[in-house]
């Protein structure tokens, strides 16, 4: 028992380590568009460092990657790779990081949930029901707000936050069926990402990290590499084995919340009323959609008196 409350423990600790690193990586690449890195050279750091480290993943796994269907590899290379990334920077670019953390890490749930029922055809109970239509009602508060404020900037930022959500639950779809594990998945996508970069390199206008301070340099690398590349594979990972991906899922709740305090207090970005409604429906709505309540209801049914 001592046992088991101890790996609970240290799944929900993996899980919050998890959802701090996902709001600092939002609240660096929101910073990038400040700083004196460009997008392919935030990238690079994103990818290529990761690739640097995980091509003997990639090389031990080469027999399982041919065991899968192409079309889900290409759903983990582009899901959570250059697509995913690019579209987020530019989203940057136009929105603000609280926005992000909302329509990025907050309406993924819906287009999984989609996909799921359309592709896979898996039922949508009610408590997903609910919890996507919370989310949806969310993000048409954000949508409605900038059509009332005339910020035409914002809504542009929205279409490439919701794009990048949709590749995101593109990889999490692709990775579930593929049933590789999320090492392999992520030696996969960041080794494919780097060589695309590296062919994207004569087109690029100027010599990477040439103009570079140290400064943005180190805490990019620390974040887009070590965080993001390498620590969130694993932490990840061990949140779901240790609690299951619904309590994972609703513990990922908490992202918007921490991306927008972050926002308003690291980068002096305003939170309107408006946008806590909307963070406060489409939090909610993860957590509902999780299942994490309907699965505590079910368990103190079949628990003995």
């Not at 929900?12 to 004196?36: D, E, F, K, N």
Request: with cysteine; charged share 10%.
């Amino acid at each position: 028992m001592n046992e088991l409350k101890g790996q609970a423990s240290l799944g929900i600790a993996a899980g919050l380590l998890t959802i701090c690193i996902w709001a600092s990586w939002l609240l660096s690449m929101r910073y990038g568009q400040q700083s004196s890195l460009s997008t392919y050279e935030l990238a690079i750091l994103r990818y290529g460092c990761a690739a640097l480290v995980l091509w003997p993943v990639l090389i031990r796994h080469l027999p399982s990657y041919l065991c899968v269907k192409k079309r889900y590899l290409l759903g983990i290379c582009c899901g959570a790779g250059l697509p995913f990334f690019f579209l987020s920077s530019q989203g940057m670019a136009y929105g603000l990081a609280a926005d992000a953390g909302l329509l990025i890490t907050g309406t993924f749930p819906i287009f999984v949930g989609i996909i799921a029922a359309v592709f896979y055809r898996e039922p949508l109970n009610h408590s997903k029901v609910v919890g996507l239509a919370a989310i949806a009602a969310g993000v048409v508060v954000l949508v409605a707000r900038s059509l009332w404020a005339g910020q035409q900037e914002s809504l542009i930022g929205y279409g490439f936050f919701l794009g990048a959500s949709v590749c995101w639950a593109l990889f999490t779809i692709s990775l579930r069926v593929s049933g590789l594990s999320p090492w392999a998945g992520a030696a996969l996508l960041c080794c494919v990402s780097s060589v695309v970069l590296l062919m994207l390199l004569p087109f690029t206008d100027a010599v990477p990290f040439a103009s570079a301070s140290f400064a943005d340099l180190s805490h990019q690398m620390f974040v887009q590499f070590l965080c993001v590349g390498i620590v969130t594979g694993f932490s990840y990972a061990y949140a779901v084995r240790s609690l299951g991906a619904e309590a994972t899922s609703a513990i990922g709740a908490l992202t918007p919340v921490l991306v927008a305090i972050g926002g308003y207090w690291l980068l002096g970005e305003s939170l309107t009323p408006t946008m806590l409604v909307g963070l406060v429906l489409i939090s909610l709505g993860v957590f509902v959609a999780s299942g994490v309540l309907r699965a505590l209801h079910m368990r103190l049914i079949s628990s003995p008196a």
